[in-house]
Antibody
Framework: QVQLQESGPGLVKPSETLSLTCSVS????????WNWIRQSPEKGLEWIGF???????NYNPSLKSRVSISADSSKAQFSLNLISVTAADTAVYYC????????????WGQGTMVTVSS | ETVLTQSPGTLSLSPGERATLSCRAS???????LAWYQQKPGQAPRLLIS???IRATGIPDRFSGSGSGTDFTLTISRLEPEDFAVYYC?????????FGGGTKVDVK
């Protein structure tokens, strides 16, 4: 079955760029919508954005100026870049799949904690 | 953006009791694009219900969802020990996709 796994640094300095990768096993990313979601005690669950099977993207307006999501279908991976991070970006970051047919986020990665601190 | 307000914040119940969780949207959720998730400590959210009332694969039938428009409900007919967790609603009707603040169901 399809599984997702996030990877990347657990500590990022303020003003630097947070970069995470989600590896998809057991399936391809040439279908569906591939999302990033984060969770913090302060903001709860917050949708960051997605990249679709066709490469189109959609971002949360609250983060749009700082975020980009890209994909590498040959590696079955998609990635998140968040620039100019502050302590407010400290959160658990999840990747998740949306089939795009009204099913919600049906598969999630286990999540990775990212702390922004000097 | 569509704000989702969940109530109550905490629900204290005993195993075997019925749990009723509410999710109210600040604007109409079209196509009933409303999902419910369960989250346990240290785990990712798990999809329970999509389309307001459709159970996800493998979800027991004690979980049911209902509602339309701006008012939605998740019902757990008889709480099992493994059901004590935090529950979130989420709308995917319009961007940005948004989540409610959660309802914690804990043991009375």
């Amino acid at each position: 079955q399809v599984q997702l796994q996030e990877s990347g640094p657990g500590l990022v300095k303020p003003s630097e760029t947070l970069s995470l990768t989600c590896s998809v096993s057991g399936g391809s990313i040439t279908s569906y919508y591939w999302n990033w979601i984060r969770q913090s005690p302060e903001k709860g669950l917050e949708w960051i954005g997605f990249i679709s099977y066709s490469g189109s993207t959609n971002y949360n307006p609250s983060l749009k100026s700082r975020v980009s999501i890209s994909a590498d279908s040959s590696k079955a991976q998609f990635s998140l870049n968040l620039i100019s991070v502050t302590a407010a970006d400290t959160a658990v970051y999840y990747c998740a799949r949306d089939t795009g047919v009204g099913d919600g986020f049906d598969i999630w990665g286990q999540g990775t904690m990212v702390t922004v601190s000097s | 953006e569509t704000v989702l307000t969940q109530s109550p914040g905490t629900l204290s119940l005993s195993p075997g009791e019925r749990a009723t969780l509410s999710c109210r949207a600040s604007q109409r959720v079209s196509n009933n694009y409303l999902a419910w998730y369960q989250q346990k400590p240290g785990q990712a959210p798990r999809l329970l219900i999509s389309g307001a009332s459709i159970r996800a694969t493998g979800i027991p039938d004690r979980f049911s969802g209902s509602g339309s428009g701006t008012d939605f409900t998740l019902t757990i007919s008889r709480l099992e020990p493994e059901d004590f967790a935090v529950y979130y609603c989420q709308q995917y009707s319009r961007s940005p996709l948004t989540f409610g603040g959660g309802t914690k169901v804990d043991v009375k």
